[in-house]
């Protein structure tokens, strides 16, 4: 759109417009926050998994032991 509008405000109808746009590189202390999340993800899943297990496990072991 941008482009149309230079090429008749010019009168130049090969006028071309190009644009770059080149991100900066993550800095120490995001790439830091990142790994944090991930590794806290990994505890928090990992304190959950844990206990459901073994409830289930004890489970098994009472309707056994009552049966």
Do not use: C, H, W
């Amino acid at each position: 759109m941008y482009e149309s509008i230079l090429k008749v405000a010019t009168g130049d109808p090969e006028f071309e417009f190009k644009t770059r746009n080149t991100p900066m590189p993550l800095t120490y202390m995001i790439g830091r926050r990142v790994n944090t999340a991930n590794a806290g993800t990994i505890i928090f899943m990992t304190g959950v998994a844990f206990p459901l297990i073994i409830t289930q496990i004890i489970s098994y072991l009472v309707v056994e032991r009552i049966t």
